[in-house]
């Protein structure tokens, strides 16, 4: 299974942060999926993750602007983060867990995982 993360490397503050990780190898109407992004000089922060099913399930701290989806005919999953500021600029990962632990961080706890993307917040 191969993930890879695509969108815009720099987005201005307030506006809206949209990543797609597309899949390979595998279908995301199996496992679970998630988002997970690294500030500079900061550990793992798990975002958020969609089911097989579609159920999604956000880091209490992030639910108000985050969001994710998936379209099983391209076999993506997108994350959207409402009125970015600097404090959102970070590497940005996809990654692919058997099980669901809400914010696990630990790379163990993930069979796959994206590149990672570089996205800095910033007028």
């Known amino acids: 299974v191969q993930l890879q993360e695509s969108g815009p490397g720099l987005v201005k503050p307030s506006q809206t942060l949209s990543l797609t990780c597309t899949v390979s190898?595998?279908?995301?109407?199996?496992?679970?999926w998630s988002w997970i992004r690294q500030p500079p000089g900061k550990g793992l922060e798990w975002m958020g993750a969609i089911t097989y099913s579609g159920s999604t399930y956000y880091k209490p701290s992030l639910k108000s602007r985050t969001s994710i989806s998936r379209d099983t005919s391209k076999n993506q999953f997108t994350l959207q983060l409402l009125s970015v500021t600097p404090e959102d600029t970070a590497v940005y990962y996809c990654?692919?867990?058997?099980?669901?632990?809400?914010?696990?961080?630990?790379?163990?706890?993930?069979?796959?995982w994206g590149q990672g993307t570089q996205v800095t917040a910033s007028s």
């Open positions: 190898g595998g279908s995301i109407t199996t496992n679970y």
């Open positions: 990654a692919a867990s058997k099980t669901l632990i809400l914010g696990a961080t630990d790379k163990n706890q993930y069979e796959y």
